[in-house]
């Protein structure tokens, strides 16, 4: 995150949060919100997306997007969130990129996949990455104590 505005919460650890498997949702014009798998690494999101969606054409129009992973643990009060606002860039689909972020959902062994991302996501030509390098990144911990 080159220049972005950057606020964390003290002791928030945004990269362990960040790399857990937890589903993202991004906001884009049209109005849009759509539930995605991601992948942060080296100061962005990355997400899949394709013909089976209208986000692709929906960025291709406006680029801007914003994003939120949060999640919520009634029994601990454990609150943690991060929110993202920036242009999304898309991109050619890279197999690398793909495979690590789908491990991360699906697990290391490729043959337990379903059938549709093991060749759906590689061979459809419409499959794009998405890329956000956050301009503004928030990380906050909403925590409260359980009486």
């Known amino acids: 995150m080159s220049s972005a505005a950057i606020s964390i919460d003290a002791g928030f650890d945004v990269e362990?949060?960040?790399a857990q498997p937890l589903t993202a949702r991004v906001a884009a014009a049209g109005p849009t919100?759509?539930?995605?798998?991601?992948?942060?690494?080296?100061?962005?999101?990355?997400?899949?997306?394709g013909g089976w969606a209208r986000l692709l054409s929906n960025l291709k129009a406006d680029p801007r997007v914003a994003l939120v992973v949060d999640t919520c643990d009634l029994e601990t009060g454990t609150v943690h969130q991060v929110t993202a606002v920036g242009e999304a860039e898309i991109y050619q689909l890279d197999?690398?990129?793909?495979?690590?972020l789908l491990q991360r959902?699906?697990?290391?062994?490729?043959?337990?996949?379903?059938?549709?991302?093991?060749?759906?996501?590689?061979?459809?030509?419409?499959?794009?990455l998405i890329?956000?390098?956050p301009g503004r990144l928030r990380a906050r911990d909403l925590s409260y104590e359980v009486l």
Do not use: I, N
């Not at 197999?95 to 690590?100: F, L, N, Q, V, W």
């Not at 697990?107 to 794009?128: E, I, L």
């Open 105 to 128: 959902y699906l697990g290391a062994d490729t043959s337990r996949w379903p059938q549709r991302f093991k060749s759906g996501t590689f061979d459809d030509p419409a499959t794009r």
């Open 131 to 133: 890329r956000l390098e």
């Open 33 to 49: 919100v759509r539930p995605v798998w991601f992948l942060w690494e080296d100061g962005a999101f990355w997400w899949l997306t």
């Open 16 to 18: 362990a949060f960040l």
């Open 95 to 100: 197999a690398g990129r793909a495979h690590r």
